[in-house]
């Protein structure tokens, strides 16, 4: 075993752990009579909060609650300073060039429909979105409206028995009638990191515009938009360790300032007549109405969390782990991993011989570890692999190289716990 990992703000994982609340309360089971402790594998669907988000999201309820940009009072300036300055955070976070390229929206599904409804309002049935076939719902349904909506024509990168892109098809895939490319940056189902740069080059070199999910990536690995050079970013407060409700679109400012808005109301308007209106500046024209304040000054406090653990610190210790697992796992007997050995991240979906996969969620369940079984949200990928659904556990910092073998353990036992009750 090597020495003990020391992040960047000088913590073991020990008391990294410290900081997250739920790490430390005892999970009570129906029908068992002594409290046990959480294996929290299920980062993927939702991340645990540190102890600074929840309170600064409590203490904007407490202390500085009140409606923003259109108070003149003290209180309201407050909180429009947190809602505003974390906005600023949101901007250094993922190098974006300017604040007003950064909106605040529910969640990824919603950015993404965002774009499909207001970008995509202009394509019509000569126009075509490229996407790829592991798509997660929330990057491939938007699309299915708008393909209903305007005739626009929906193609797809294939993804091989591997969990990758087959992406040597990208060049006989994307023609002079590709209006979009919308590409996951990191598989939810294979944990695969796609090769995005490549995508963004040759998408560019065609003048066609490309909209990156970054659910998955943006609590993993530093992000810089401008490096990327894609048009449109997507990502989830709630998975980079922030409170749930908040959702973040980045989007080029050139292509934002052309769009129309997404949803009207208040705050999104300059001048309103009873037969038309004028809109606000970005970001505030896609800000239709009072937003979640609270929530974004506890995104705010999870930005500030992850700057001090530092991301060559979270990769380096996230990847040692997940290799970790990758090889602890695939070492199982009758079990079955997605997904490349190589290029991927935390996110491990697996089926077992014997065993259906829910069958094996619960059985975990009653030993406190926490993993996902279903189809994903990625119902497409999942046919393609002739499998209706998977188990999946996935990794985050907080996690450790004991709880993994404490998974192992008991998936072998619930293994051999089926195979003897047939
Ligand atoms: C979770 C997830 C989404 C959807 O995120 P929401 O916060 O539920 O909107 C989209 N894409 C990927 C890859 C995801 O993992």
Sequence with gaps: ??????????????????????????????????????????????????????????????????????????????????????????????????RHEIIFTRNTTESINLVASSFGRSFGPEDEILLTEMEHHSNLVPWQLLSEQTGCKLKFIPISPGGELELEKLDELLTNKTA?????????????????????????????PVLIDGAQSSPHMA???????????????????????????????????????????????????LTGSTWNDLPWKFEAGTPNVGGVAGFGAAIDYIKELSFDSICEYENMLTEYARKSLSGIK????????????????????????????????????????????????????????????SLAFYNTRSEIDFLVEKIIAAGEYFNNGI
Excluded at 233 to 240: N, R, V
Excluded at 247 to 257: T, V
């Design 180 to 208: 979009l490319v919308g590409v996951v940056h990191i598989s939810n189902i294979f944990g695969t990191v796609n090769d995005i740069e490549q995508i963004i080059s040759k998408a560019h070199s065609m003048d066609i």
């Design 223 to 273: 992000i810089d938009v401008q490096q990327l050079d894609c048009d449109f970013f997507a990502f989830s407060s709630h998975k980079l360790y922030g409170p749930m409700g908040i959702g973040i679109l980045y989007g080029k400012e050139k292509l934002l300032e052309k769009m129309p808005p997404y949803m009207g109301g208040g705050d999104m308007i300059r001048s309103v007549k």
């Design 1 to 98: 075993m090597v020495a003990e990992w020391i992040f960047a703000n000088g913590k073991s994982v020990g008391e990294i752990r410290e900081d997250f609340p739920i790490l430390q309360t005892k999970l009570t089971l129906v029908d068992h009579d002594d409290p046990i402790d959480l294996v929290y594998l299920d980062t993927a669907a939702t991340a645990q909060k540190p102890l600074k988000v929840i309170q600064a999201e409590a203490r904007y309820y407490r202390e500085q609650n009140a409606n923003i940009h259109r108070a003149l009072h003290t209180l309201g300036e407050t909180a429009t300073a947190l809602y505003e300055g974390s906005r600023d955070k949101v901007q250094a976070f993922i190098n974006a060039e300017h």
């Design 334 to 393: 009758n079990i079955k991993i997605y997904g490349p050995s190589g290029h991927r991240a935390g996110v491990f979906s697996f089926t077992h011989n014997d065993l259906h996969p829910h069958d094996m969620a619960q059985f975990l369940d009653r030993y406190g570890i926490a993993v996902r079984a279903g189809h994903h949200c990625a119902q497409p990928a999942m046919r393609k692999l002739k499998v209706s659904s998977m188990a999946r556990a």
